[in-house]
């Protein structure tokens, strides 16, 4: 989901809880109002010996009272709610601020060795896997799964040793994303038929490379089918 639509997911979540809280309210009035007598003998002190107008006014004023104090606790409980959903979302970076996409150098420690490689990551998405069923559209079902660089529940696909352009070299890609309180995005990583890093700044085809994923991704539709074919790959993982 784009920022627009996330805000309003949280916006209408609160406001459902909200709504939710208010009909228990209105339960509790029902219940306590109207099938009780107006509250019963709420009053403090005896009312048997008072008017009969003077006891029903006493026991909705004892009523009212109990009701106030539900509603009073459904509204902080709402504030409270809605402060803590819109602080995990100020959390992450505004997506409106970050560009498309950009090449990201990652680092990996393997062993004793520390190594450089270098991301595609698309930030204006509405949905981190959008990296995967791209490649999914181009070439079908992936050839090998990887543990999730940045979540466990989001695996890196590969596509191996496929030609991006007509008459040019093969590739082999990599497809993951995340989707934190603080980060949000796609990634590509791509390899050459030589395991060189196609997206190092010193290689020949990484404007190439950039352009054609950026119009691809921009031209990307909805696939019902990578979704469900993801999920129940993930569900087998688990």
């Known amino acids: 989901m784009d ?5 309003s997911y949280l916006v209408g979540s ?19 109002c109207v099938k009780e007598d107006l509250c019963g003998a709420g009053c403090s002190g005896d009312i048997s010996n008072r ?10 004023l004892v009523c009212m009272k109990r009701f106030a104090s539900h509603i009073s606790l459904t509204i ?30 990652v680092t990996v420690i393997n062993g004793g060795d520390t190594l450089t490689f270098y991301e595609l990551h698309f930030y204006q998405v509405a949905d981190v896997r959008n990296s995967m069923k791209l490649l999914y559209n181009e070439f079908g079902p992936w050839d090998l799964s990887l543990y999730g660089r940045y979540e466990d529940q989001l695996p ?4 191996n040793e496929k030609a991006l352009f007509q008459g040019g070299n093969a590739f082999t890609i990599a497809a ?3 989707e ?4 949000y995005f796609a990634t590509l990583s791509i390899v050459d038929a030589k395991q060189n890093d196609a997206l190092a700044p010193n290689h020949p085809n990484r404007p190439q490379l950039i ?10 539709k909805p696939n019902r089918e990578f979704i469900q074919v993801f999920e129940n790959y993930r569900e087998r993982l688990e």
């Open 211 to 220: 352009a054609y994923f950026n119009t691809a991704m921009r031209k990307l």
């Open 51 to 60: 008017s009969a107008p003077v006891a029903r006014l006493c026991r909705i």
């Open 76 to 105: 902080l409980l709402f504030i409270g709610l809605f402060s803590f959903l819109t602080t995990m979302e100020s959390c992450r970076p505004a997506r409106s601020s970050l560009p498309f996409s950009e090449v990201t150098p």
């Open 176 to 178: 993951s994303g995340t």
């Open 156 to 159: 890196q696909l590969v596509w």
């Open 180 to 183: 934190t309180s603080s980060a």
């Open 3 to 7: 920022l627009f639509y996330r805000r």
């Open 14 to 32: 609160s406001y459902l809880v909200f709504l939710s809280m208010c009909g228990s309210g209105r339960n509790l009035w029902r219940t306590h």
